[in-house]
């Protein structure tokens, strides 16, 4: 059986681009006719993607599965590490959770995981005609060199030619370049088959006395100068530009607004699956800020508490830096609350980790008290795509009652909703009845199991929280959302919203694709894929 061609995507350091090249050249290939598949043997990342059969997987690889035309595939990732503390990680191998490790731990472990990203690689490159491989951080990191499994240790195992990517926004792009070419050993230097400038802006003109000194100083050619293209594209993790385009000085000048809406999104040291929040960010007419001080909030029309990997630290976090009890005083004005998985878990009265899933055993501490929830924290890790319909809600978002989503499910704690008196008087209560945003399959549920049960989501009043993931990307939920909010801050309604938000994402990957193809040498790289690693 004929095996697939292989092209490697490394760069010079993180965020230079490569999962964003990685994931144009999938869409390229998929319009040119080609069966084409990502993969990344292993991603550092807390934005993660559940597949069908309940597998988690990096976001990153979902999204370049997506421009390919696929669905997403564990195989893709086989590995994936979900930063826990600065020195730590979730381990998850083939989907499944292994359990959380130190990095030297990981080092030595790692090895012996070979012969699963073998596996993965070999079952894609056996059903597609084409496998994209994307690299992680850079290849000359001397330190982790010694039994590397994601740079040139994995070209070295699929035997592909590899481009590399430099980010030339953040300056020093030719020293960056030629600095990692230089730290590689020979045999890894005869892999790269060429350079790409990444994120450009001017004039090219200029650069060309620099391309042609760098070819000459690392042998190498330049495949292609790609500008700073205008695309929205899910980054990777909270590295990535989405979050560093904050206009923070949004929540201080209230003239900057105008007749836009202002979303503020919490941005908790251990922010997981921000990208939520990105249909918002395609919508005209929205701002979108991320929040880490209580200077920075300002006066936001909508509140977003994302995901979290270590709910407890960072709802500790919040209430240390005075954030918490800011959004309290807002959520006291009705400003409406939403929470995203640790986000809904921390809106409810009280978390408990008596495993010490999240750190120490034991811990127990009070919630925000929005919502008549309690979490309690276990081993067991919630992985399931989900489809339901919201049933009768109240508050200022009343309009998406009955509307269908469809998202996914990953956490490691149940929550349980308890409407007896006792404890629904002591959250705080804006008006409105407890009703549940609850998963198709429970909508016709009889009242007795309503009294405690692990759920999906909750609303009471203007605050909501929901565990599901891409929950506002259904046809016409964002809308509705900021249609509800324009009309109680006495705008007009947008003329133009997102009502086909995965159309939507279809188009920037389209955009994406035109923009590389202009700014790369396809016939080059089409050459490069047909030569191989023994290519000259």
């Known amino acids: 059986m004929q095996m697939a061609k292989v092209l490697m995507i490394q760069g010079t350091m993180s965020n230079v681009g ?7 050249l999938c869409r390229i290939l998929k319009q040119d006719g080609y069966r084409v598949a990502p993969f990344k043997s292993q991603n550092m990342a807390l934005n993660s993607y559940i597949t069908k059969d309940g597998l988690e997987m990096g976001r990153a690889q979902a999204v370049q599965a997506e421009a390919a035309g696929l669905q997403p595939d564990v195989s893709m990732n086989p590995i994936l590490l979900k930063p826990t503390t600065d020195a730590g990680s979730q381990v998850i191998v083939n989907g499944k959770v292994v359990g959380n490790m130190k990095a030297k731990d990981y080092f030595a472990y790692k090895k012996g995981l070979i012969p699963e990203i073998k596996k993965a690689y070999e079952k894609l490159a056996k059903e597609y005609d084409v496998i994209l491989i994307e690299g992680a951080g850079s290849p000359a990191e001397i330190n982790l060199k010694e039994g590397d499994i994601v ?13 590399l990517v430099g980010d030339i926004d953040r300056g020093g792009v030719f020293a960056q370049l030629y600095g990692t070419v230089a730290l590689l050993e020979p045999e890894e230097r005869m892999r790269i088959k060429g350079l790409i400038l990444n994120k450009f802006r001017g004039d090219v003109s200029i650069l060309e006395p620099g391309i042609r000194q760098i070819e000459n100083l690392c042998g190498l050619p330049m495949v292609g100068t790609v500008p700073f293209l205008d695309v929205t594209i899910d980054d990777e993790d909270s590295l990535g530009d989405s979050l560093k385009g904050n206009r923070w000085e949004s929540a201080e000048n209230s003239e900057y607004r105008g007749d836009s809406l202002e979303i503020a999104v919490i941005h908790f040291p251990r922010i997981s699956n921000f990208t939520d929040i990105s249909v918002f960010a395609s919508i005209p007419g929205v701002i979108v800020r991320y929040v880490d001080r209580v200077s920075r909030l300002g006066n936001p029309d909508f509140i977003i508490l994302p995901g979290s990997k270590n709910t407890i630290s960072d709802l500790l976090w919040m209430r240390q830096n005075g954030l918490e009890a800011s959004v309290l005083k807002l959520a006291e004005k009705l400003v409406p609350v939403w929470g995203i998985c640790g986000g809904y878990q921390m809106l409810g009265e009280e978390l408990e980790d008596p495993l010490g899933v999240e750190g120490e055993p034991g811990r127990k501490i009070s919630g925000m008290g929005l919502l008549p929830i309690r979490t309690v924290f276990e081993a067991k890790k919630v992985k399931t795509q989900t489809e ?8 200022l978002f009343e309009g998406l009652s009955g509307k269908a989503f469809s998202g996914y499910e990953i956490h490691m704690g149940k929550t349980e909703i308890n409407r007896e008196e006792g404890l629904a008087d002591t959250a705080r ?7 549940i945003c609850r998963p198709l399959s429970y909508v ?6 309503w009294k405690k049960m692990e759920e999906s989501g909750f609303s009471r009043g203007n605050v909501y929280g929901s565990y599901i993931h891409g929950i506002f990307d259904g046809p016409g939920i964002a809308d509705g959302i900021l249609n509800a909010l324009r009309i109680e801050n006495g705008l007009p309604e947008l003329e133009e919203g997102q009502k086909d938000y995965k159309a939507y994402k279809e188009r920037q990957y389209d955009r994406l694709a035109d923009g590389l193809r202009k700014s ?5 790289i089409y050459q490069i894929l047909e030569e191989g690693e023994d290519g000259e």
Not at 388 to 395: I, K, L, P, R
Not at 520 to 524: A, G, I, K, P
């Open 18 to 24: 490569k999962s964003l090249i990685t994931a144009g």
């Open 444 to 449: 016709m549920e009889i009242n007795s199991k």
């Open 429 to 435: 209560f804006f008006g409105g009845r407890l009703e």
């Open 151 to 163: 740079n040139m240790g994995m070209a070295r195992m699929a035997k592909a030619p590899v481009l």
């Open 388 to 395: 339901g319909a919201f049933c009768q809600v109240e508050g």
């Open 520 to 524: 790369l040498d396809m016939e080059r």
